[in-house]
């Protein structure tokens, strides 16, 4: 088989709309003026565009672009990482409430070469957008940060309105595809995040298309759960560059609606599952559902108790 063949085609489904209106070129010259990085540019994100220009919604990586992770499913760069902006959180503050956003997606590249794994300026972030944006609800979307409870502790002490982590893909996967994460500490990162801030929601993404079984995926959702995840984003892998995993296959979207449909039946508040899907999509609409949710448990809850 030739090269050209070994290489899957696109399906029509996944076609990205390109738009660079006035908030798409807006957008991108404030985050330039600020010395930002979006993880929507660094990632090569499918939806930037319908982020950008159509919804004005950004995910702000703080920590640098260079990551101490070479993870082979991931378009951001690996490297050694510069030294710490400590006016970093302000920046992202500053451009929170110009923005006027409702809600705000702040992650960043791993950073295995500080103690706390970058907890301290994710912390720093949440207190700064809450002091200029105080409606702002805040989701962060931190590495495993080693693995360290400390570390959890100091940003969850920080008080996010969600927490999201991602596991990225199935078990048995995991060891090809993420680089010095593994499966189970991700899956202890998020239950101890949900024990150290009760009422925090946590949330998880998982990529498909490297080769995992329906089986495997349904496995992960349990597992999942199993660790009071209640969010949970799936969508296609996109192989970003020639030199990282290639995909196994194409899902369709009714493949999608199906593990949305299995998603939901085994309890999480809200689910998001699409081609395009991102663990950042429609993310101001995830934390909507999930209170709804939230608020029709403890509704029923009381009609019980009655």
């Known amino acids: 088989m030739s090269k050209k063949e070994d290489v899957l085609r696109k399906p029509e489904w996944l076609k990205i709309k390109l738009n660079t209106n006035e908030n798409y070129t807006g957008l991108k010259q404030m985050m330039r003026s600020q010395s930002l990085h979006t993880v929507c540019e660094e990632a090569r994100c499918p939806n930037i565009h319908e982020c950008w220009a159509e919804r004005r919604t950004a995910t702000f990586m703080i920590l640098g672009a260079v990551c101490t992770r070479a993870c082979r499913f991931c378009a951001v760069k690996t490297g050694l990482p510069t030294e710490l902006d400590l006016k970093e959180p302000e920046r992202v503050a500053e451009s929170v409430e110009t ?18 794994g970058g907890a301290a300026i994710f912390a720093e972030t949440i207190r700064a957008i809450r002091r200029k944006s105080p409606f702002t609800s ?12 400390e570390n959890l502790k100091t ?44 009422n925090i929601p946590t949330k998880s993404s998982i990529m498909i298309g490297l080769g995992e079984t329906k089986e495997e995926i349904i496995e992960a959702m349990d597992d999942l759960r199993t660790n009071n995840v209640e969010i949970l984003t799936i969508g296609q892998y996109l192989q970003p560059t020639k030199g990282h995993l290639k995909v196994v296959k194409y899902y369709h979207p009714d493949e999608f609606s199906d593990l949305k449909e299995i998603a939901m039946e085994k309890g999480f508040s809200h689910c998001e599952a699409g081609p395009l899907v991102r663990s950042s999509y429609h993310a101001d609409e995830q934390v909507n559902e999930a209170a709804k949710h939230k608020q029709a448990l403890g509704e029923s809850s009381q009609v019980k108790q009655a």
């Not at 923005?99 to 706390?116: E, I």
């Not at 805040?138 to 409870?149: A, F, K, N, R, W």
């Open 99 to 116: 923005m006027n956003l409702k809600h705000v997606v702040v992650t960043a590249v791993a950073r295995d070469d500080l103690k706390d």
């Open 138 to 149: 805040i989701e962060v979307l931190p590495s495993d940060m080693g693995g360290v409870i």
């Open 155 to 198: 940003l969850m002490d920080a008080k996010p309105d969600i927490l999201n982590h991602n596991i990225e893909t199935v078990k048995r996967l995991t060891p090809r595809i993420r680089a010095r994460a593994t499966y189970e500490r991700s899956l202890e990162f998020l239950r101890r995040a949900k024990e150290l801030q009760p």
